[in-house]
């Protein structure tokens, strides 16, 4: 059974960095893409990064030049890593995989950027 730990919100001040970390388990192989989405009450879930089986990354045009994804093979566990951040980019952060075509999510994990 695929599982999705988040780890690393909290509240920061605008300008600051937060690193968020996403533990898998369960998966033996077949990942397409390992990702970050976000979304607020009453909001589209959007999406923020991701990273393809192949190294490939993509990033919403919100984040480009401030989030970056990146993943540790050996943990099983990838990373955003989130710097100047903007009250804008508050929102519940979530975690995802697609495994030969489904989607996992994780919990989520909240992120408030104060002004």
């Known amino acids: 059974q695929v599982q999705l730990v988040e780890s690393g919100g909290g509240l920061v001040q605008a300008g600051g960095s937060l690193r968020l970390s996403c533990a898998s388990s369960g998966i033996i192989s077949g990942i397409n893409f390992m990702g970050w989405y976000r979304q607020a009450p009453g909001k589209q879930r959007e999406l923020v990064a991701t990273l393809t089986s192949g190294g490939s990354t993509y990033y919403g045009d919100s984040v480009k030049g401030r989030f970056a994804i990146s993943r540790d093979n050996a943990k099983n566990t990838v990373y955003l890593q989130m710097n100047s951040l903007k009250p804008e980019d508050t929102d519940v952060y979530y975690c995802?995989?697609?495994?030969?075509?489904?989607?996992?999510w994780g919990q989520g994990t909240q992120v408030t950027v104060s002004s």
């Open positions: 995802a995989v697609m495994v030969r075509g489904i989607m996992y």
